[in-house]
């Protein structure tokens, strides 16, 4: 099919699909902040986070772009003649119709145990818990139809890029913020000040939970003239399941949505956990989000590029080369995460003021987000390491290793939940996070090592020791600045937090800029030419 059209390289492919996720994860964070404004850290947003766990968890795993819905219809229909391909995914489409039909209806029914069973905290007789889980219940009975768009939109991504279409697909998640943030604005304009909170709660779970599914909704809908015009299918049931190519996806999509969904089991067992302490889940959700932003975006210029250069450097033969690939995404990794740890870390209090103190939103709920996210600071660089090697593992033809890994880190996330939220509370989930993820990195690195004849682990090591220590100097001197600014200008007032942010940023950057050049690392100048390059591009 992609002979009909002109091939764009991959790097602009990458710029597409980054500017794309750069303005949908604008669209998200506003999502965030009005969710936030109205609602904190109460009892509505944690119910959201409970009850959006399963049709969230669908609309990524199979709605999302690298999802097993997306991976799985590329593969196949990039294949076929394009005269073939409407008909294919009209099958495609009315058979997971049907099936994901049955698990939606299967939500709504069984919507207060599967509550339970994620959020069993909530089962305690304390009369916020027992709002909270009301609120949920409510909340995942209306979200259960996005388990039908979820496929449905997985269906389409696929299809599109495939067809070398790639910009609406990466920034269709926009359409669903600006439903949510409608809905939230509407809300606010039509209930009263008198309303009572009990009342004020149902009606604002309902109408987020509602802006939700619409949004899910309008993913869906705005892909429908591309795929109509494209001639990649319509709207019509068809039930020619027996097509060698619907047989073909769920070959693929079977065991690649079993593998996906291993770390989707880390969040349910997170969320069991909170579930125990108020607040949590939601703190959990804020935090998160001001992570993964700025995650996504670098994780783009990071692992874009380097993914088929380490597929090209799979043979024996290229081993060598491979290595020096493998220690230069690293080194890139932790010239990136490891000062942007540092400065979540010692900045988060002034982030999260800056971003969501407003409305409900104020000093205290911004105190419970603030320790949330320091923890999440420290385990920014593990976090991206752990991506590259499985990308290298994949290169290399071996998804069973990632696989076997993710299987017992289930087992040790449960562990180190159940002590880490007694030790440190709602910080002890994000640790244990962290720790999982340390885990994950030596074990690969290890087995690497194995896998490739001997990799020079250790001068890794080294590099990568003397950039974390370069990042908590980095980090010293971004804390010291907004200590001395807070005590001049006080902690009071947007701007003035504004401000704080900037001048301390910059101090920070500017002492870790400076360490770089001193120490002559060559995978700087490659990243500050690299970033360049993405925006200079047209």
Known sequence: MSETKSKRSLANIASIVAAATLISKVFGLVRQQAIAAAFAVGPVADAYNFAYVIPGFLLVLLGGINGPFHSAIVSVVAKRKREDIGPLIESISTLVTFVLLGVAVGMVVFAGPIIDLVAQGLDTGNPTAIATRAIAIRQLQIMAPMAIFAGLIGIGFGTLNADDQYWLPSVSPMFSSIAVIIGLGLLYAAIGSEISRPTYFMVGGAVLAGTTLLGAVMQWLVQLPALW????????????????????????????????????????????????????????????LLVQTPLGIISNVILVPFLPIFARLAAPENWPELKDRIRQSLMMTALTMLPLGAFIMTLALPIVQVVYERGAFDLDAAEIVTAVLVAYGLGMFVYLARDVLVRVYYALGDAQTPFRISLVNIGLNAVLDYFFIRWFGAPGLVLATVGVNIVSTLAMVILLDRKLNGIPWLRWGRSIVVLTALSGLAGLATWGTRFGLEQVLGMEGFINRLVQLAIAGVIGLAVFSLGTLVLRIPEATLLVNRIKGRFMRR
Do not use: C, E, H, K
């Open 229 to 288: 015009r494209s001639g990649l299918g319509r709207l019509r049931l068809r039930f020619n399941w027996q097509d060698p190519g619907v047989r073909d996806v769920f070959r693929i999509l079977v065991p690649a949505t079993i593998s996906s969904g291993m770390m989707q089991i880390n969040v349910f067992t997170d969320l069991f956990f909170a579930s125990y302490i108020p607040a949590t889940a939601a703190a959990l959700g804020y935090a998160n």
